[in-house]
């Protein structure tokens, strides 16, 4: 089913933006979503974006997070700005790897896994 990597992750200011982004290889990853876990809690969704370039997010996130395709290279970016303490946990991309006609957002929606890149916002 193929792999992704996530990468990008690192430590910033509150304030501060930060780009991951999610490299698949191998496979089909029609939809990618986000999603992040801050220690000791349940991953929580973030966004996704579908095979056709469509991005969807949370609404708990929606107009500080952006997430965009390039097909070219095979990845997801999540664009994150005014970053907040509260951002703070790993942030992992998911793919499906079929064609269906709902924008995936639960974890059991997606067949496989990046390793996870760490986030840091200090305040």
């Known amino acids: 089913q193929g792999q992704l990597v996530e990468s990008g992750g690192g430590s910033v200011q509150a304030g501060d933006s930060l780009r991951v982004s999610c490299a698949a290889s191998?496979?089909?990853?029609?939809?990618i979503g986000w999603f992040r876990q801050p220690p000791g809690k349940e991953r929580e969704f973030l966004g996704g974006?579908?095979?056709?370039?469509?991005?969807y997010y949370a609404d708990s996130v929606k107009g500080r997070f952006t997430i965009s395709r390039d097909n070219a290279k095979n990845t997801v970016y999540l664009q994150m700005n005014s970053l907040k303490p509260e951002d703070t946990a790993i942030y992992y991309c998911?793919?499906?790897?079929?064609?269906?006609?709902?924008?995936?957002?639960?974890?059991?929606?997606?067949?496989?896994w990046g390793q996870g890149t760490q986030v840091t916002v200090s305040s």
């Open positions: 974006c579908r095979w056709s370039g469509r991005p």
């Open positions: 998911a793919a499906r790897h079929s064609i269906k006609l709902s924008d995936p957002s639960s974890p059991k929606d997606f067949d496989s």
């Open positions: 191998g496979g089909s990853s029609y939809d």
